[in-house]
């Protein structure tokens, strides 16, 4: 099973900074990384998919970007509602797997 | 815009089988565009993925509970379903079903505790 890890596993931010979370996979994925944001007691949400394309209704502050096994999610100008906890998920090969998340708090 | 809707027993017992049905409303089930899964998160912890499913009914599940897993579907009801035998109370967890050309929609996840 290909293995995605996040890092940092947890980060303390002000609204209005500019936040990079990375995740990396255990070998190589292309493109295939999806990012998720998940709120206390929701279910999770998509917010990216192919590793930089924004899902519909998602603000334009979110952004994605790599390939291969190195990416990140990038949150340009943070809001009180992103406070939450992301997950990178890979789907290029069965089993999909998870990162472990990075949950993103107020500083 | 697709909705999904989990529905099944909140309490197991240990050693009995969880069984959970996603009911897809707002588009087919049997679209060629779109596969069908599984998730679950235990209290406090991440999303485990659990197994695919496609229109074509092919399956891919957890290796780690392959064993035990089964995922189908009935398109007569436009619903899929999640059999979990032999659970344990590791086997306590949120549980999320979700679909799409990624997992676009999900549903809003019910709690299953495994317990005597």
């Known amino acids: 099973a290909i293995r995605m890890t996040q890092s940092p596993s947890s980060l303390s931010a002000s609204t209005g900074d500019r936040v990079t979370i990375t995740c990396r996979a255990s070998?190589?994925?292309?493109?295939?990384l999806a990012w998720y944001q998940q709120k206390p007691g929701k279910a999770p949400k998509l917010l990216i998919y192919?590793?930089?394309t924004l899902q519909s209704g998602v603000p334009s502050r979110f952004s994605g970007s790599g390939s291969g096994t190195d990416f990140t999610l990038t949150i340009s100008c943070l809001q009180s509602e992103d406070f939450a906890t992301y997950y990178c998920?890979?789907?290029?090969?069965?089993?999909?797997?998870f990162g472990q998340g990075t949950k993103l708090e107020i500083k | 815009q697709l909705q999904l809707q989990e529905s099944g027993p909140g309490l197991v017992k240990p050693s009995e089988t969880l069984s959970l049905t996603c009911t897809v409303s707002?588009?087919?089930?049997?679209?060629?565009?779109?596969?069908w899964g599984w998730i679950r998160q235990p209290p406090g912890k991440g999303l485990e993925w659990i197994g695919s499913?496609?229109?074509?009914?092919?399956?891919y599940y957890n290796p780690s509970l392959k064993s035990r897993v089964t995922i189908s579907v009935d398109t007569s009801k436009n619903q899929f379903s999640l059999k979990l035998s032999s659970v344990t109370a590791a086997d306590t967890a949120v549980y999320y079903c979700?679909?799409?050309?990624?997992?676009?929609?999900w549903g809003q996840g019910t709690l299953v505790t495994v317990s005597s």
């Open positions: 998920q890979q789907y290029y090969s069965y089993p999909r797997t």
């Open positions: 070998q190589g994925i292309s493109s295939y």
């Open positions: 499913i496609y229109y074509s009914g092919s399956t």
């Open positions: 192919a590793a930089s």
């Open positions: 979700a679909g799409g050309r990624v997992l676009d929609y």
């Open positions: 707002g588009g087919s089930i049997s679209s060629s565009s779109y596969y």
